[in-house]
């Protein structure tokens, strides 16, 4: 079973920046697509970005531009660059693993979760 440990997130002003990693325990990843979701009180989890096996990525259009999303399968380790935060990017933030090869932006497409990491923005 592979369990997913995020890291890395916090308290930050508007405008800052932080980076979560995700790591996976009990065996590796790299054959697998990977994702970030996140949610806010009282919403629904929200795609943000994947990436696929060979490093192909995606992006919901509320983060395009600001938020990058890499992996490195050496150190079996995913990490979501977060720029230009704003207050409504304040959530928890979850790291997700697909075993197939193909992109899906849906939660229910992905087999394991990891426990989630909070960050909140201040204005």
């Known amino acids: 079973q592979v369990q997913l440990v995020e890291s890395g997130g916090g308290l930050v002003q508007a405008g800052g920046s932080l980076r979560l990693s995700c790591a996976p325990s009990?065996?590796?990843?790299?054959?697998?697509?990977m994702a970030w979701f996140r949610q806010a009180p009282g919403k629904d989890s929200e795609f943000l970005a994947a990436?696929?096996?060979?490093?192909?990525?995606y992006y919901a259009d509320s983060v395009r531009g600001r938020f990058g999303i890499s992996r490195d399968n050496y150190k079996n380790t995913v990490y979501l660059q977060m720029n230009s935060l704003k207050p409504e990017d304040t959530a928890v933030y979850y790291c997700?693993?697909?075993?197939?090869?193909?992109?899906?932006?849906?939660?229910?497409?992905?087999?394991?979760w990891g426990q989630g990491t909070q960050v909140t923005v201040s204005s």
């Open positions: 997700a693993a697909r075993d197939n090869r193909y992109y899906s932006a849906s939660s229910s497409d992905y087999d394991y």
């Open positions: 990436i696929s096996r060979s490093g192909r990525t």
């Open positions: 009990g065996r590796t990843f790299d054959g697998y697509f």
